[in-house]
């Protein structure tokens, strides 16, 4: 804790081994010697002052500001690192549904282009192999439409947790949630209108290709931020690699 003090707050250290180094001088070897000039002994006692007076402002930002910031840094980044790992593992759901039929493709985490474009022609966008939906009238395959629109809405649930935690958090986490919310595959679940039968242009998947393809690069963006910035998140971190451990040994 003490060195990421110091390490935040160079300047102040710097000052404080100079005040502290001066506050001795001045009072062990200094105090013994005769005046050189006049006054010299009051100009002493002013700076011995000022020097004890930056030593204790020192020790009391480090007790009472830093360690306070640690504290709530500390409540802020379990929060936001929760609600990162939540969407990060709804989208190896995501990923699951979508190679579901094609389970020889999924090589590695993000799929490349090609990948998901023989996954998406593997889909069936009115009744999905991997999602069943279950309800009063019994049980259903769910649509791409219904997958889709609610994968967004808890994509939207956690980011919205996370905004809520602004100015606390830093930009970089805040880009990369903006462009998975602004992402196509959001605006294909709510803007795309989805015919009721297969036409020729939405037989398959490859309607959602593209955008699949580049949601799935930005949820690998916000893992490897997640590995660097919550890496003492434990709990968080093992959730990612069983997931991800789980989705490769299907």
Request: charged share 25%; proline share 4%; hydrophobic share 45%.
């Amino acid at each position: 804790m003490i060195k990421r003090f110091i390490k935040r707050y160079k300047l102040l250290f710097g000052l404080f081994t100079f005040f502290l180094l001066t506050a001795l001088l001045i009072s062990i070897p200094l105090s013994t010697i005769p005046e050189v000039f006049e006054y010299g002994s009051e100009i002493g006692k002013i700076i011995y002052d000022i020097s004890i007076g930056y030593i204790i402002s020192y020790i009391f930002f480090y007790l009472v500001v830093f360690l306070k910031e640690e504290n709530d840094r500390s409540n802020i980044n379990h929060r936001a690192s929760i609600h990162a790992t939540f969407i990060v593992l709804d989208s190896y759901s995501l990923f699951d549904e979508a190679f579901h039929d094609v389970v020889h493709l999924k090589k590695k985490f993000p799929p490349t282009f090609d990948e998901v474009h023989q996954a998406c022609l593997s889909i069936d966008p009115f009744a999905s192999s991997g999602m069943i939906i279950v309800d009063q009238s019994g049980s259903r395959p769910a649509s791409w439409q219904y997958i889709l629109r609610n994968r967004r809405e808890n994509n939207l649930k956690h980011i919205e947790k996370i905004m809520a935690l602004l100015p606390f958090i830093d930009s970089e986490l805040v880009g990369i949630l903006t462009r998975i919310e602004d992402g196509k595959l959001h605006y294909e679940a709510t803007n795309r209108i989805f015919p009721r039968q297969k036409v020729p242009h939405f037989k398959d998947g490859t309607f959602m290709e593209k955008a699949l393809f580049d949601y799935f690069i930005l949820i690998e963006e916000l893992e490897q931020y997640i590995r660097t910035n919550f890496a003492d998140r434990i709990a968080h971190i093992d959730s990612l690699n069983g997931r991800n451990a789980q989705s490769f040994s299907q």
